[in-house]
Structure formats: C-alpha cells, structure tokens
C-alpha cells in the first residue's frame, strides 16, 4: 500500500491555522528543533550571560555541546541533571541552590534559567523561582522555559530568551543618530547593503542583538533611537521595548519583493529623518533587470520548497513572481505576516500543497509523484539529480540585507539553472563510484 | 541516548520514538560529534499537549502501521522517551496490541526516563539484540567471532575495530562474523549465532555475552587489550579460550617491534621527576591504558571513570586500581580534583580536558568530542599497533612541549 502521497495534504487555499498544516508521514525524520536549541543559539552569542539548563541529561548534554562548539570550548552553560527524586518531589530547592552558588562562586552579571519538557510538565514554576530568588542574588535572573510539547520547532525559544534579554536593559539618553540590529544571528552586519547606507548617513549601530552583544552593552541598548528588527523571532524583543522604553522598531526581515524592501528603505528614512533611496536606485534597477531575465528562464517551470534563510511563504511568493509554479510548499508554522504572503501566492492561481518541514524520508516518494523542475532547500544533491530536478540553496544570502537579498538570490537561482547539467553529470559518475554522503554542491 | 547511539548504527534498524521531535533530532545530530555514521532509520512522532492529557497514543500506532506498511522491516524498535516514560505510557501494551497488525516483530525498548545514565541504554539495548534479534543456528562458521561493545559511543571506535581484527587474523587467523552495534546491520545480528566465540570489549557487553551463552551456548571472553604485556595475555587468554594455538611468530615480531620503542620512551622520561599520570573517561578504555601507561614507565595517580559502572563489571575491578579508581564525579568534582594534582600526564575526554587542571601533557581518549574528526581507520589506542600508536603519540607530545 503506498503510504506517502501529497493527497494526505491540505492545499494553500485550507490552511487557516497551524492545524491545518499536515505531515507527510506519522513518523518522521529528522524533525524539528527543539525551544532548547533555539535558547542555545541565541545565548550561547552572549559569552558573559551564564546559562543554567536543567532537566535530563540528553536534554543538558546537547544544549551544552552546542554552546560548546558556538564558544570553542569557553561555553557559560551549566547543567542541572534531574532524577527520579526531583521529578517525584520536585527540584527547586536544588536549582535555588545551584544559582546561588554559580552567583556566589562565578557573580555572573545574568543568569538565565532554562527549564526543559520534564520539568514544565511536573509544572516546576520556574518563573516564580525566578521572581523569589532575584532578591537574594547579585545576578539578573532571566527565565525561558523551553517545553517542546507545547510548539513545533525551536523559534519559540529564540523568541523567549531574547524577549527575556529586555530585562537587562536600562533607561539611557537617546543616540539620535544610532541603531540597534535585533535577531541577526551572523556575524558581520556591517557589511550589508542596509548597513553600509546607514553608516553613509551618519547612523552608527549601537548593539547587535544577539550575534555581538555583551550583558554591559545590552544595558545600554536603550540608547538607541531606533530597532531594525532583520529576524521575525526578535519581534517579541522589539514590541517589549517599545512598550517599556518607547524605542520604535522597524521590520526589516530578509525581504524578497522590490516593494517591500522599499517601504522598509522608507520607514527608515522617516524614523531616521535621512535619505536613502535615492542612492539605491542603482540597485532597484538592477533587481528588476534581472527579474525579468529571471522570468523568461523560469517561467512555466514548478518547483518544491524545502527551507531557506527567508520565510517560507514570502519566498514562494516572490518565486512565484518570478514565473515558477510551485507544487508543495514546507513549512514550520504559520507566522505573523504569512497570510499576506499566503494571499499573493493564491493571487497567481496556485494553490500549492502545504506539509510540515524537517520530514526527509517521505519525500523521495514524493518527487516521483511532482516531478518538480527546481528544489529550493537542503536535501541530498545525489537524490535530487538523479530525478533530474534543479537544486538551490540560498544560505549564502543569510549575511544580506537589503536589495541584494533578491539579487543573490536570483543569481544564484540562475546559475544553478545554468550548471545544472554540467552538476547532474559529474553527480551520477559520483554515484557510479559509490555515491556521497548527504551534502550540498 | 545510549539506546539511540547503539541502535542507529544499525543497517535495516527501524526506530520510532515516541515523545518531542527535538530529543531525536538531537541525538541523530549528536551522532557526528561521534565520528559515528547514521545507518539506522530513526523516527520521532513528536508529541503535543493534548496526547499528554488525554494519554493518546494514535500517533504512534499510526508511525509503526505507517513503517511497517511502507518498508516492511523485519523489526520495530519502539521507545518511549523521557516525556512518554513519565506520564506512564505502556510501550510494552502498545506493541502487544499493534503486533496482530504488522508483519514487523515489533520490540518495546522501556529504558527511556530516569533509570540510568547511558551505559545502562547500551547494556540493555545489546542484551535486548541478542534475546530479540538473534536466532539459532544449526551451522558455526568455523575461525569466526562476534565483537560485542564496539559502539559508536567509543572514542576512536573505527580504529580499535581494525586493530581487533587485524590482531584476530595474525593471531588466530579468524575473520569477524558480527559485531555490535559499530557497524552492522539487522542481518549480521541475526546470524550471530555462527561465530564461535564472542569477545566482548567493554563492560556493557557482559549481560549480553551471558544471556548468548546461556540461550545459545556461546563462549565469551571479556576483555579489552592494550599494551605489550596486555595484548599479549590477551591473545594467550584467547588461546586458552578457543582451544587453538595463537601464531607465536605474530607475538615475537611484535613484541620486539614494541620493546625497543618502550625502552626509548623510558629512556626519554628518564629525568622527569614527576612520572604520574590520571586517566578520565570510559571504564575498559582507562583500565587498559592505565596498564599501558604502567610498562612506559609512568606511575598511575587516579582514575576517574565518567559513568556509572555496570553491576556485571564491577567484580572485575582490578586490586591493584581499587585504591585509586572512583567513579561518576561532578564537573566540579573532577575540576578540583585536577587542579590539586601535579601530573605528568592526563588521559581525558575533550570536556575534561578543558578544565582547569596541574597536569603537563594531555591527550584525547574518550567522549566528548570537540575537534577530532575520525575517518582514518589505523590510529588505533588497543592491541599492538595501538601500544606503538601511544608511544608514538607520547613522544610527540614530550617533544613539541620541552620544544616550545
């Protein structure tokens, strides 16, 4: 019986909530990250920020091996290994004790306690903890619990354990000619589009939260006049600090379409009082010279969403601007403008299947079943030439920000077309030695 | 964790875990800082609020109907994670009711929870494959053995599989028939039975040893070769074991290879006042260098295991290390520990070594790992290339230390 079709699937035009959104499969591979891992990939930038993660020992080894690896061996995570006697008679006398000896021994200027699915499902109430314990110790405590029951992926951890990061902020005279960049996880922000203009004008940054920060520095945050949030996660940090600090933001995420990369361009220039645009005309003409090459290649042509850097949906939408079909689209979950992206998609005619992201296996059925032109996303190239389909990964744009989102991208999408036979070939002499491991050309 | 590690290194092993994506997701990534490779089909069902509360468990009787329908395997491994193990999920009731559905034998792995650290997944989980998965045979494969505890948990696991072999085919000239779990497959496990005997390499291996013998009438030997003299007794202890004579000119060109590289080294450390050495990390592994370290000429300070040790070992414990020898200590433990103790030599895991610690040289032997990338296979710590590779890599670290 075959088990894996797409007609388990809702279509676009059914998806009005996360429910909606189907598996190909009940049992699936790899899936997705957890909120610990998303609260590691924030904090574990932070070098001076200790962060104490209790729970089992898998759930403390992995997170520690991360941050481990992230801070070449200098990590500020500390295990709290529950056992059958805290998950009977609850654990918080242990981790009060471990916190005030990590404040006494190493006077971290923060501590952020992670509370993992264990122990949020006994109901440990770690925030109250944090709340009785701030008094007794020099630290700031900060609390992100991280129960993966309760969501589908690691972005929910990102978001907590940055909105937590306001707490560590103070009032400060306002910079009127600084910035701050929320949720840019790369390093290098300076040398983006939109920053390189910026410094044009006068305007320097002030933090970059979370990718270089430090707990001194996100004090001060508060100094700048404006948020550019290029990360949909740090928008919970960026609404708490305009409602506590009145510090206004300006989404900025990896934006595909010419318009909207222009409409943030121009909230910032109300924001900043400058003038930007103009001097990236250059660049908005070579973005639409380059869609309209783009859409005499693609068009008719379908393709899969895998993952990207970029949304999901905004992504599909901008391909689909770009004369491409597409037949399946990935998601993780629906998030706070997808519906917009959701609507100029429908607005083309399509109206793709929708299915959970980081399920691998059943895909290989379903490439026979689509016979898609394009994949977009990470998978094993070996899988993907042998059925004659065009991989593209776009990670590479992960460190832009601005018109040369779009403009990579398209690149990148063309020369992929371009080399896709010159790859297809050297792929299957590959295989006829004996194949590669899971990978990217 | 240990469950998961001996498993996925299984060709043709189907898992499924029941409970939160990212436990699975983390432990087939966790597998790379192994050095290990994926070889099972490892899946998760995830699990949300409302199967917590209500105790539903469609989800995972949909995986395995799914699994068993789409692959049609010969098993299904089904485990309970952390979270299904605490709300009272009865995998055990589950696979009894699902098997009149399924062609796969369906097999409940319950060590999921709080029973123990990972060695106890790794003991329970080869002992699960020899009661399960194994099947008699009528016909021995005749100069065969099986290998029992080469995980991928092991560090350097790749190379001390080859130095076993290699050792098994100048010695004896036998050829390997399974070895578990690093790497097989569900085939090789079923056939174990052919092989004449089964060495078992670490402590976690024992219970399983056992139960083949006991089910199957199989000889085992339990033990883990390092060093000249060791390796030697090894190889003789085998001999007695398999009834046949070991190949003497293998010993005598070996012994001679080793002496004289023993005697330089010695030679070398001759004017080194403080000759101690600590050894961290797996129970086998620190037991059998710290032999090693011995005819080098070192003198043994402690030995600290990172686990808890399996009840099957712990009669094993050799007099002269009992002193010595403790067991589980906490980070800051083991922290203090190092920084109050001048060596000359610290044998650790890559976190321990990170620490604070008095100790001159330092080198790699267990998990985990932060930066050794292991894909050649002849860098071996056991048996007799494994003694000249210690050497080897001893001398170096003395001399790029009295260089810089």
Redesign the interface.
């Known amino acids: 019986m075959k088990q894996f079709n797409l007609e388990k699937l809702s279509k676009l035009s059914e998806i009005n909530k996360n429910e909606d959104i189907k598996a190909l499969s009940h049992a699936i591979f790899p899936g997705t990250h957890c909120p610990l891992f998303g609260v590691a990939m924030i904090a574990s930038f932070i070098e001076d920020l200790v962060v104490i993660v209790a729970g089992t020992q898998e759930c403390t080894y992995y997170a520690k091996d991360f941050a481990y690896q992230r801070q070449y061996g200098k990590d500020n995570f500390y295990s709290v290994v529950t056992n059958k006697h805290d998950i009977t008679f609850g654990c918080e006398e242990k981790i009060k004790d471990v916190i005030f000896e990590i404040d006494n021994t190493i006077k971290p200027k923060a501590i952020m306690i992670v509370s993992t699915c264990v122990l949020e499902l006994i109901g440990e109430d770690f925030v109250s903890l944090g709340s009785f314990i701030q008094d007794k110790v020099n630290a700031k405590i900060l609390v992100v619990p991280t129960e993966h029951f309760k969501c589908n992926s690691h972005i929910p951890g990102m978001e907590r354990s940055l909105e937590q990061l306001v707490n560590l902020m103070e009032k400060c005279p306002i910079d009127e000619k600084s910035i701050n960049i929320l949720g840019h996880r790369q390093h290098g922000v300076e040398n983006t589009e939109l920053m390189k203009i910026l410094v044009e004008e006068g305007i320097h940054i002030n933090s970059v939260i979370p990718s270089k920060t430090t707990i001194d520095e996100l004090r001060f945050a508060t100094k700048a006049k404006l948020n550019i949030v290029t990360d949909f996660v740090a928008l919970p940090m960026a609404k708490k600090m305009e409602e506590e600090f009145r510090i206004p933001y300006v989404y900025f995420d990896k934006h595909l379409s010419l318009e909207r990369i222009r409409n943030s361009y121009r909230k910032l220039e109300e924001f900043l009082e400058i003038e930007i645009l103009s001097k990236l005309s250059s660049k908005e003409e070579e973005l639409m010279a380059l869609m309209e090459e783009a859409k005499k290649v693609l068009k008719g042509k379908t393709f899969i969403y895998g993952n990207t850097p970029m949304m999901a949906f905004e992504v599909t939408s901008f391909l689909c601007d770009l004369g491409l079909e597409p037949i399946l689209v990935q998601v993780r979950d629906l998030y706070e403008n997808d519906s917009i992206y959701m609507e100029e998609i429908k607005s083309h005619g399509y109206d793709p299947y929708i299915s959970r992201i980081a399920n691998i296996a059943p895909m290989q059925y379903i490439y026979e079943e689509c016979k898609p032109s394009f994949y977009f996303g990470h998978e094993n190239p070996m899988n993907l030439a042998k059925r004659n389909i065009i991989q593209v990964t776009l990670d590479e744009v992960t460190k832009k920000l601005g018109y040369e989102i779009p403009i990579d991208s398209i690149k990148k999408i063309l020369l992929s077309f371009q080399q896709h036979e010159e790859i297809k070939e050297k792929m299957m002499k590959i295989a006829a030695k004996g194949g590669m491991r899971h990978g990217v050309l | ?1 240990g469950t998961i590690w001996t498993l996925s290194t299984i060709k043709d092993a189907y898992i ?1 875990e029941f409970g ?11 597998l790379m ?1 192994l050095n290990g490779e994926h070889k099972a ?9 409302t ?2 509360s209500f105790g539903k468990q469609d ?1 995972l009787e ?2 395995i ?3 068993d ?2 692959y049609n395997p010969k098993y299904i491994f089904v485990m309970a994670s ?2 299904s193990a ?2 009272g999920t009865d995998i055990e009731s589950i696979c009894f009711e699902m098997q009149s559905k399924v062609s796969a034998k369906l097999i409940p792995i319950t060590t999921g929870g ?1 029973n123990g ?2 060695t106890l997944g790794i003991e329970r989980s080869l002992n699960m494959l020899c009661k399960e998965v194994v099947k008699p045979s009528e016909n021995k494969q005749s100069k065969t053995y099986n290998i029992i505890g080469n995980n991928v948990d092991v560090f350097n696991f790749l190379s001390e599989m080859e130095e076993i072999k290699n050792m098994m085919k100048n010695g004896f000239d036998f050829d390997p028939n399974t070895i578990f779990t690093a790497y097989t497959s569900i085939d090789e496990i079923e056939k174990t039975t052919m092989g004449e005997i089964n060495l078992v390499l670490r402590g976690e291996g024992l219970k399983a040893a056992k139960t083949l013998q006991k089910e199957h009438n199989m000889d085992y030997y339990y033990g883990r070769p390092y060093g000249l003299e060791g390796t030697t007794l090894w190889l003789r202890n085998l001999q007695e074991a398999l009834g046949i004579n070991v190949n003497e000119d293998y010993i005598s060109k070996k012994t001679s290879e080793i002496r004289k590289h023993l005697m330089s080294y010695r030679f070398m450390i001759r004017e080194v006042r403080n000759k101690s050495a600590i050894l961290v990390g797996d129970y086998d592994v620190v037991i059998g260098l710290a032999n090693l370290l011995e005819e080098l000429g070192l003198s043994i300070k402690k030995i600290i295991v990172k686990h808890k040790l399996c009840k099957e070992v712990r009669k094993y414990i050799p007099e002269k290390w009992e002193e010595i020898i403790e067991f589980n200590l906490s980070e800051r433990e083991l922290e203090e520990y190092l920084k109050s103790a001048p060596s000359y030599l610290l044998l650790a895991d890559g ?1 321990t070594l ?1 620490l604070e610690n008095q100790s001159r040289l330092h080198l790699q032997i267990a998990n ?1 790992n ?1 930066s050794k990338y292991s894909i050649y296979p002849y860098t071996p710590f056991v048996g007799y290339n494994g003694t000249l590779y210690m050497i080897q890599c001893l001398f170096e670290l003395e001399k790029s230390k009295s260089k810089y």
């Open positions: 964790m499924i939160p994506a990212g436990t699975t997701h983390f432990a087939i990534e966790g800082q089909n490892v899946y998760t069902t995830h699990i949300n609020e199967d917590i989800r949909n995986a109907l799914e699994i329908g789409q952390s979270i605490i709300i709080y650290d990972h976190g990170k985990p932060f």
